[in-house]
């Protein structure tokens, strides 16, 4: 079982985080928030591991409360 790497693989995390935030400059809550189901979906696609995911489930949930 393979773990979630919460360490930043980014060179540059600053670029990383505003190409995050310019997706979601001119769209609406509701476009935002379809926007961010299609890119977890893509994203988890590409891990294609459940129990990375689970644990990634998990730590965003903690995060969450």
């Given amino acids: 079982m393979a ?3 919460t ?3 980014f060179d ?3 670029a990383a985080f505003h190409v995050l935030v310019d ?3 001119d769209l609406d ?3 935002s928030a379809e926007f961010n189901a ?3 979906l893509l994203l988890a696609n590409h891990i294609g591991d459940l129990d990375v995911l689970r ?3 998990s ?3 903690k995060a969450a409360r």
Avoid: G, K
Wanted: net charge neutral.
């Fill in 55 to 57: 644990q990634a489930v």
């Fill in 3 to 5: 773990d979630l790497d």
């Fill in 7 to 9: 360490a930043s693989r």
């Fill in 12 to 14: 540059n995390p600053d």
């Fill in 38 to 40: 299609r890119l977890v």
């Fill in 23 to 25: 997706a979601h400059r």
């Fill in 29 to 31: 809550a509701e476009a």
């Fill in 59 to 61: 730590a965003a949930r």
